[in-house]
Structure formats: structure tokens, C-alpha cells
């Protein structure tokens, strides 16, 4: 039943970040904001996040995993209520750093850690890396779905003779609305998914003990690759599509939607990789070629191309994300896995989060509109190097048997 209920959140939140994603830039320039602005709401949205998930994922062992599910889902409606009520700059600022927005699409909050640790906590170590592809595969069939859904809705909306504003703000309420229906799940939870916590025999720093060391050098490279990751988020990137090739909200829907398919049937497709090769070199094999298709998109002279090779891209992009997820929970103590999660997750929210306020500034200059894209890839490349050199010898329960 919890691990039903787990995926069923999973596709319901990550339904809500793909519809809102595509066109949540595009209401923001409805608004009046300049593409700065919107990278610097963007940066303290993800900073905002990283600040609320680091204080709920690193006590969420201690006080309650179901807890913090519950104030997760909370801060994800009203951060939707918030951006639907107010256009004031400032305002949105403060819904965007107290509440949970995803600019990206991709998993932001506490969420992704505490039912990581739950989700493990509940199955064998054999069958962890297996569960957490099929967990992302659902995420990303449901980040695409949403995406196709919002975008074609507020296409629709225009069509129908609706301002671009109106419609856009449609889907805000929608996304307010899915944040509410996670908390009537959440609270469906049972005890089984809470860890019995060990009396501290050592000092506990940010959650963990033994485990610091690798947590905080898997964090340092994990932030890298969210820097990264972050110059380019799915809204911007959308954003790109739109100025670049005069793509609208429809047809940006789906590209997204058939983007997301593709990166989550290349989770799933990881798996067995995992298994003959290793959860490292799974992860850095496969995402080394990813990013060069990634630095050649703008470099291709028409949209068909262009849309094709982001496609491509794609079809790999994801195997690292399960393994990466996998090999975390794997090398830290059970009453460690949420603040493990945690921790690598904050790092990876603030290791994005200067990133878009960089992007929106190399998208003001018409030169160096591309840029963040070919800056993205080739900073992931280098991540992908060092983890190898540093993580290679370091093997998870399941291999070395």
C-alpha cells in the first residue's frame, strides 16, 4: 500500500512540475518581467528550496517522514496560490523562496528525498535500483504528460479567445491544485515507512554520522552537475525554443512531453546496465555522450534538427538519475537515507540555483543567446569525469556480493 501510494504522489507531483514548467517563463514575461527578472526568480526559487528542504529532509528521520511529506505539500499549494494572486515582483519573490515551484520540471522540495529513504527502507537491496528506475520512469512519463497537458491547455485557452495571461494563470491554479491533493495521499501514509532511529553515539552533522565524509563528496560533485544542469532548465530552455525558432506553447508541450518519454524509458534501461557494468560506470557511460548532444543543439540550422537531437539526447539523458539515487542510499546507514538524500539534493538545489540568474543574463544578449546550453554540457562532461576518479573503487552492498 505505501509503496503505491509513493508512486502515486510521484506521478501526480511530477504531472504538476511538467504542466506548470512549460509555460511558467512565458506568464512571467506576461507579467512584465524582463528575462533578468525571471532568472533571478527562478535562482531564489531554487534557493528558497534548498534552504526549507534542508531543514525538513535533514530532521525527517528523527520527526516523521510522513511529516514532512505533509508540509512539503503544503508549501507546493500555496506556492501555486501565491504566483496565481500577485503579479508584484516582490511577492512573487517571497512565494518563490517559501514555497515549492519547479522552473524545471524536474523534482524540487523534500519530497524526492524522504520517499527515497522510505522506498528503501521498505525493499530489498536487490530490487532498490530496479524500484527507483521505475520511480523515475513514472516521474518522467508523468512530467511529460503534464507538459503536453499545459501546454496545449493554455494554447487551447488563446484559442478560445482567452489572453495569454488568462490562460497561463489557469494552469497555476491547476498546479495549486495538485499540491492539495498530495496532502489528502500523504495522509494515507502508514508507520511502516518510518525508520527506528539509533541512540547518537557519534556527533550528528546536518542528519548523518558515519556516512559524512562520502555524503558531503558525493554533494560537492552532485552540485556541479545541478550548476550545470541549472543554466538550462526546462523553462528556459523552453524559453530558447520560443526565441530561437518561434515555437509555441503547443508545439513546446510537445517536444517536452516526447523529451520526458525518452529520458524515462532510458531510466528504466539502466537497469540492466547496472547490472553487467556497475552502478558508476552506469552512470558516467552513459551521461558523457548525452551532454555532447546536448553542447551540439545550437549548432543545428533548422528546428526539425534541432528538435532531433534534443530527442536523441534525451533517449540516454536519464539512466544516470536512478543509478545516482541508488548508490546514495546505498552506501549510507538506514537512519542516514533521508538526510543523505537530503543533503545531496539541497546540494544540488544550490548548486542550480545561481544558474538561472546567469542564464536569464546571457539570454538579454542577443550574441550569446546559446551559450548557457553549450556552458551546460561541457560542465557536466568534467562532472562526469571526476565522480569516475573518485567513486569508481567505492561499490555498493549488492556488487560486492
Known amino acids: 500500500m505505501d509503496i ?27 507579467t512584465g518581467l524582463t528575462e533578468t527578472q525571471i ?3 527562478f535562482t531564489l526559487t531554487l534557493v528558497g528550496d ?31 496560490l501565491g504566483f496565481v494572486l500577485t503579479q508584484n515582483l516582490v511577492l512573487l519573490m517571497v512565494a518563490a523562496i517559501i514555497g515549492v515551484i519547479s522552473p524545471s520540471g524536474n523534482e524540487i522540495g523534500p519530497f524526492l528525498s524522504v520517499e527515497q529513504a522510505s522506498l528503501t527502507h521498505l525493499i530489498a537491496n536487490e530490487k532498490r ?3 527507483f528506475a521505475w520511480y523515475n520512469l513514472v516521474g518522467s512519463f508523468a512530467t511529460a504528460t503534464g507538459a503536453l497537458t499545459g501546454g496545449w491547455l493554455a494554447q487551447s485557452l488563446q484559442n478560445g479567445g482567452r489572453t495569454a495571461l488568462e490562460a497561463y494563470r489557469v494552469v497555476l491554479v491547476g498546479y495549486a491544485l495538485g499540491g492539495f491533493l498530495l496532502l489528502l495521499l ?35 560533485l552532485f552540485a556541479l552537475d545541478a550548476f550545470a544542469g541549472g543554466l538550462i532548465v526546462q523553462s528556459m530552455f523552453a524559453f530558447w525554443f520560443h526565441v530561437r525558432f518561434g515555437v509555441d506553447a503547443g508545439m513546446l508541450g510537445s517536444i ?30 552513459t551521461h558523457i555522450p548525452s551532454n555532447i548532444m546536448l553542447i551540439l543543439v545550437p549548432f543545428m540550422p533548422s528546428l526539425p534538427l534541432a528538435i532531433g537531437l534534443l530527442l536523441l ?12 539515487q541508488s548508490y546514495t542510499m546505498a552506501v549510507v546507514a ?23 540568474l546567469i542564464t536569464g543574463l546571457f539570454f538579454s544578449i542577443p550574441t550569446l543567446f546559446s551559450v548557457p546550453i553549450i556552458l551546460c554540457g561541457s560542465i557536466k562532461i568534467i562532472y562526469d569525469l571526476l565522480l569516475f576518479r573518485e567513486f569508481r573503487a567505492v561499490k555498493p552492498p549488492e556488487e560486492n556480493s
Open 4 to 30: 503505491t501510494l509513493l508512486f502515486s504522489t510521484r506521478i501526480i507531483r511530477l504531472f504538476c512540475y511538467g504542466f506548470l514548467s512549460v509555460v511558467l517563463a512565458l506568464y512571467l514575461a506576461e
Open 39 to 41: 532568472g533571478l526568480l
Open 50 to 80: 534548498a534552504g526549507i528542504s534542508l531543514w525538513l529532509t535533514t530532521s525527517a528521520d528523527r520527526l516523521g517522514r510522513k511529516k514532512t511529506l505533509l508540509v512539503g505539500a503544503l508549501l507546493m499549494a500555496g506556492a501555486g
Open 129 to 131: 535500483t530496479q524500484t
Open 186 to 220: 500523504f495522509f494515507n501514509l502508514s508507520q511502516a515507512i518510518e525508520v527506528t532511529t539509533q541512540p547518537d553515539s557519534e556527533k550528528r552533522v546536518l542528519g548523518l554520522h558515519r556516512s559524512r565524509k562520502v555524503v558531503f563528496k558525493l554533494s560537492a
Open 256 to 285: 517536452f512531453f516526447g523529451a520526458n518519454i525518452l529520458a524515462g524509458i532510458s531510466a528504466l534501461l539502466a537497469v540492466p546496465l547496472s547490472q553487467k557494468f556497475g552502478l558508476i560506470n552506469t552512470m558516467v557511460f
Open 313 to 324: 539526447r534525451f533517449s540516454i539523458s536519464q539512466m544516470d538519475v536512478p543509478t545516482r
Open 334 to 356: 538506514p537512519d542516514e537515507r533521508s538526510a543523505a538524500s537530503g543533503v545531496t539534493a539541497i546540494a544540488r538545489s544550490i548548486g542550480a540555483s545561481v544558474s538561472p
